[in-house]
């Protein structure tokens, strides 16, 4: 019984280890200290969370957390208009090219419950799509995950 107790902690630790997470339709690298949610009912294309937690007032908060949404009909720059409207306030929004097609990123602020989060988005085209790639980030724990946010984001390949 001790054996398979040990297997138990030792497969439970290792979820948290970095992986790139590949589907048909995309890769993302998961930085080590996140959890892939798999079975996921939210309708989001991949999520992940911190195994850190973070307080707002006295509830207990994962402090961070990886998202990738799929839109079907919003074009760039309403979203990236929609992400501005929602924050408290903008640090940078930057657009590029991506795989030939149009990109940006948005450095953001915003309170959820009462919590204050940095938000780091990357949207990226294809064809008829946006995917939108978020790090989120409780503010107090931002230094923790500097070393991590642009190396996730950067490593969104949508195929």
Known sequence: MAWASTRIKR???AAFDAETVETGEFAIAKP???????NDDSGLAF????????KIGDLEVRQATIEIEVHKTDDLDTLSERIKKEAESVESHDA???????AAS?????????????????????????????????????AGHLDRI??????LRVK
């Open 150 to 155: 642009e190396p996730t984001l950067d490593s």
């Open 32 to 38: 080590e200290g996140f959890l892939h949610v798999l």
């Open 47 to 54: 999520r992940a969370y911190s195994k850190e937690f973070g």
């Open 106 to 142: 948005v450095v953001s602020k915003r309170i959820v419950e009462g919590g204050e989060y940095e938000n780091f988005s990357k949207l990226v085209t294809r064809g008829e799509r946006v995917w939108e790639c978020r790090y989120s980030v409780l503010s107090e724990h931002l």
């Open 96 to 102: 590029y090219i991506d795989g030939g097609e149009r």
């Open 11 to 13: 497969n439970a630790a």
